[in-house]
T-cell receptor, first 111, second 112 residues
């Protein structure tokens, strides 16, 4: 039971570079989410998806792009990374219930 | 005002103590309430849902006061393994995207 996985787990990139964080779930959950977690802010929603090919902005979407061509994958792309995007990124999924299941997170550092 | 507010702590308590965390939420239309637990550098995991009548799961008791828009979590007989950050979580009532709003968390350390 693989559940929900994220890759890479750790990433260091330079300002201005494009970077893609991957999220994969094996449960066929309809809903998927991307959060970032920073000290003092808790978890903030970046983007979410209700189904394949349906995505929408969350609280802090600027500088990020998502796609969802398959139910099981929900990649998050930073088009031109900035230092303010240094954070821990969590992917989550859920089905008809409200409990969200989180991946292990990606620690991203932008230098 | 934040949508979900928690006392950040830290709470440092001895083993065996009883500790209570509080949380307030701003949207009176919210219908679903949860406590999540997050260990250091790990992902959040559901601890328990919070029901209107209050609910208990072993040493953990959660209560909801809709009139005051207030949620609480009580931990009895604290264990070292209870050390973690506890996140108060409330659903966003608009739309059907199963969105949740997370508090910033309350840090608990149980001391031997």
């Amino acid at each position: 039971d693989a559940g929900i996985t994220q890759s890479p787990r750790y990433k260091i990139t330079e300002t201005g570079r494009q970077v893609t964080l991957m999220c994969h779930q094996t449960w066929s959950h309809s809903y998927m989410f991307w959060y970032r977690q920073d000290l003092g802010h808790g978890l903030r929603l970046i983007y979410y998806s209700a189904a394949a090919d349906i995505t929408d902005k969350g609280e802090v979407p600027d500088g990020y792009v998502v796609s969802r061509s398959k139910t099981e994958n929900f990649p998050l792309t930073l088009e031109s990374a900035t230092r303010s995007q240094t954070s821990v990124y969590f992917c989550a999924s859920t089905t008809s219930g409200s409990e969200q299941y989180f991946g292990p997170g990606t620690r991203l550092t932008v230098t | 005002r934040k949508e979900v507010e928690q006392d950040p702590g830290p709470f440092n308590v001895p083993e065996g103590a009883t500790v209570a965390f509080n949380c307030t939420y701003s949207n009176s239309a919210s219908q679903s309430f949860f406590w999540y637990r997050q260990d250091c550098r790990k992902e959040p995991k559901l601890l328990m849902s919070v029901y209107s009548s209050g609910n208990e799961d072993g040493r953990f008791t959660a209560q909801l006061n809709r009139a005051s828009q207030y949620i609480s979590l009580l931990i009895r007989d604290s264990k070292l393994s209870d050390s973690a950050t506890y996140l108060c979580v409330v659903n966003k009532p608009s739309g059907s995207a199963r969105q949740l709003t997370f508090g910033s968390g309350t840090q608990l350390t149980v001391l031997p």
